[in-house]
């Protein structure tokens, strides 16, 4: 596939929303995943402010410790939240030359080894949801052209949310993107749990857990939830449980 493919895939799987099985956490996870694929970028990361006036948390994702230490400071300064805040574009260029008031998040961000940091809303007209932080370890940064297709990917994350809770169900997307705020530690723990279960890298496990999810139309967390719970991954729906099945012998792992 040509990056032109790849950009107008990614321009139509961010569209699709309307659907019964929308999951807001896949969603957005996708949008970063796509966005580290197009622009080969070190790290990509939605953080969301919704409901609410301000950053609450960063999205649901994979990252590593020291992605996560720099997303837990950039809900209080930094390109992800002066984005969010202006609704605008916000690229300084080099990190070793951000502004003052960036001090904690440039530190941490440069400790990490990124060299690079810039952000874009995801916002209709006068509704603003969060911001999509990008993060490059390369020596230059992010060209202008990249910048305002990671600008239009963002619209079009934002009109596919408001879509899909306008068109039938506000109340569950409210919930969905509340719950998106609170649900990474879970996600984590499971992901830790399976990665240790069968001896495989943690982003190996998250993979898992989310093929596992598209496979059979279920929603990230509710996977992640079994795998804490029961120690496996659960069965797709309509299928009955191992134990039901002659010949084959059950065994319940418990999380601890």
Known sequence: ???????????????????????????????????????????????????????????????????????DLALREG???????????????????????????????????????????????????????????TPAPLPADDLLVARGFADAAAIGLLNARTLEYAESLNDQLHTALHSRIVIEQAKGFLASQRRIPLNAAFETMRHHARQHCLRLTTVAHNVITTGQLPQPPNTPPTSQRPGKPTRSTPYE
Not at 14 to 41: K, S
Not at 99 to 117: E, I, L, S, V
Request: glycine share 4%; aromatic share 6%.
């Open 79 to 137: 390109p992800a939240r002066d984005a969010y805040r202006a609704g605008a574009t916000v690229a300084p260029g080099d990190l070793a030359r951000a502004p003052a008031d960036w001090n904690n998040f440039t530190t941490q961000a440069r400790a990490a080894g990124y060299t690079h940091a810039c952000a874009v809303p995801l916002r209709l007209r006068r509704q603003t949801l969060g911001s999509l932080l990008l993060l490059s370890t």
């Open 1 to 71: 596939m040509s990056r032109e493919e790849a950009i107008t895939r990614t321009f139509v799987e961010l569209a699709d929303t309307l659907v019964d099985d929308f999951d807001v956490i896949d969603f957005l996870q996708h949008l970063t995943t796509r966005c580290r694929e197009i622009f080969t970028l070190a790290d990509a990361a939605v953080l969301l402010a919704y409901p609410g006036p301000d950053l609450h948390s960063p999205a649901p994702c994979d990252p590593s410790p020291a992605l996560s230490k720099v997303l």
